[in-house]
């Protein structure tokens, strides 16, 4: 692509509602996503998991492994427990909020 369409690109995008320019973003990270992909395997199939079933596991504590639940649980002790016990080697750990539940972080 030229450098010039690309610089009027940029120049069409300051007319454009917050809500257009937002939906432009998005596409652009789609398609560059894609590219990055370029048909290898996803380099963040725990993220993927938990934007598909975060409803499911909302309010709990969970263990995932390359995509794949591995324990969930009311605490992370609980579920750090048993991931090893079904021995998993670096899961990630997280709690899943749910929608109705307000967050804070610091003092």
Known sequence: ??????DELIEKSVDL???ERRKLIRSLQEQENKT???GKKNP???????????NEVAGKYVALQDG???AQGRTLREVDREAKRLGTKK????YVPGEDEELWAGW
Do not use: F
């Not at 692509?1 to 690309?6: Q, R």
């Not at 963040?44 to 975060?54: G, T």
């Open 1 to 6: 692509m030229s450098a010039v369409l690309v």
């Open 17 to 19: 509602t917050t809500e």
């Open 36 to 38: 990055k992909s370029n």
């Open 44 to 54: 963040s199939p725990n993220i993927e998991w938990l934007k598909e079933h975060r």
């Open 68 to 70: 794949k639940l591995v």
């Open 91 to 94: 899961p990630l750990l997280t």
